[in-house]
């Protein structure tokens, strides 16, 4: 029975490795679900790409849902993601504001000179301290603030055609159907 312990083993280190194949085939990797969904965006104060000597707070923003789209010039996936904001962002419904997170602000200038700019404004976030209490993992990531501060929406990884018309647009008109 003691030389059947190492075959025993083996075939429960493969079993969980079968489990562990199935569950990433049956589960989207990007919903990850967040603690912070219906909860209010935490207060920040971050100084705007083009005017570094004026900033954006969390209560400015108060009384109009936003959708803050979280990009960094060094991001691969923000360059995927960025054709689609440039030909659909400024008809989603809301404002859209760019969060340039742990960038360099002339890396970020030439990114956005180069490509387009579809932001209404960019904060930037240079040392990652409030992306911390986004929660953010990395970008691309946006989250749709509705008028009152709360986050109603969050999307991890980048924004398509398909995501905005199937997630987005539907959460945006949501909103406008809470507003009296």
């Keep these: 029975m003691s030389r059947m312990i190492p075959f025993f083993g083996f075939l ?8 562990g194949i199935w ?59 960025h054709p689609v904001l440039m030909a659909q962002g400024k008809s989603i419904g809301v404002p859209v504001i760019g969060y340039n997170y742990k960038d360099d602000e002339g890396d970020a200038k030439g990114w956005l000179a180069k ?14 301290r409030t992306a911390i209490d986004f929660g953010v993992y990395g970008a691309p990531e946006s989250f749709l603030v509705d008028g009152k501060g709360i986050i109603r929406y969050k999307r991890i990884g980048p924004l398509t055609p398909e995501v905005i018309e199937k997630e987005l647009k539907p959460a945006i008109a949501a909103l406008a159907k809470e507003s009296p």
């Excluded at 429960?12 to 489990?19: K, W």
């Excluded at 920040?44 to 010039?73: C, E, H, M």
């Excluded at 932001?119 to 040392?127: A, F, H, L």
């Design 23 to 81: 569950w990433n085939t049956q589960h989207d990797q990007r919903e990850v679900p967040s603690p912070l969904i219906n909860k209010p965006a935490p207060a920040f104060v971050l100084p705007r790409l083009d005017d570094p000597s004026q900033t954006v707070s969390r209560d400015a923003l108060l009384g109009k849902p936003y959708l803050i789209n979280v990009f960094a010039s060094w991001c691969i996936a923000c360059g995927e993601e």
């Design 115 to 128: 490509h387009g700019d579809p932001y209404d404004m960019v904060i930037v976030d240079r040392e990652g």
């Design 12 to 19: 429960l280190l493969v079993a969980l490795f079968g489990f």
